[in-house]
């Protein structure tokens, strides 16, 4: 799985207003997701020209289209954290966790090329509780995301407390039967 040129996001997730995904014309879409995730722009967020070009990122020795590989490689040599989403069947679920959260953190989405299924595309998740929301809860009220397990909370306080254990424990998500499949069947029990 490697990332390159740039792609469209699926409408649903450009409603949300969550995800920043910077149109240019090169190979390096993990590069600019990263420099909008540390640099903010203020305004035309899509567009290239609103941030400092990537090169302010240490790249020694990293090829581009980025693959999940080398992510770990970059994060050494920029003293960043980086967690990596995709989509599967329309829900937001993590591909990559970091494993330990430094200061400088940057949550990704990858978003697979429709034309392609060996390409794919890096975008800045902004807003990751918006972008998660209605798949957690059907209600219109704030949540505050553990960003490694998608667990939500209430008050930033209990976010806090969790994330103390969640970090030592989870390396993924937990995913709950939905209504339709909650039950469990046993077949050729005695």
């Known amino acids: 799985m490697h990332a390159g040129c740039y792609i469209e996001l699926p409408r649903e997730i450009m409603l949300k207003r969550a995800v920043i995904n910077v149109r240019f014309n090169e190979n390096a879409c993990f590069a600019w997701s990263v420099v909008a995730a540390l640099h903010p722009a203020e305004r035309n967020t899509n567009q290239e020209l609103s941030y400092p070009h990537y090169t302010v990122l240490n790249l020694q020795d990293i090829t581009f289209p980025m693959t999940l590989n080398q992510i770990k490689k970059f994060e050494h040599l920029n003293d960043i954290s980086?967690?990596?989403?995709?989509?599967?069947?329309?829900?937001?679920?993590?591909i990559r966790l970091t494993s330990r959260k430094m200061e400088k953190h940057a949550?990704?989405?990858y978003v697979?090329?429709?034309r392609d299924d060996n390409a794919g595309h890096f975008a800045y998740i902004k807003g990751l509780s918006r972008l998660v929301s209605s798949q957690l809860n059907k209600y219109g009220?704030?949540?505050y995301l553990c960003d490694r397990c998608l667990h939500y909370?209430?008050?930033?306080?209990r976010l806090q407390s969790?994330?103390?254990d969640c970090e030592k424990m989870n390396d993924?998500?937990?995913r709950l039967p939905s209504e339709d499949d909650k039950w469990l069947e046993?077949?050729?029990h005695e």
């Open 141 to 143: 009220h704030k949540k």
């Open 186 to 188: 046993f077949k050729n």
């Open 172 to 174: 993924c998500t937990i």
């Open 107 to 109: 949550n990704l989405l």
């Open 82 to 94: 980086i967690n990596v989403y995709g989509i599967k069947e329309k829900e937001i679920l993590p």
């Open 112 to 114: 697979q090329d429709p």
């Open 162 to 164: 969790h994330t103390t």
């Open 153 to 157: 909370f209430s008050s930033s306080e």
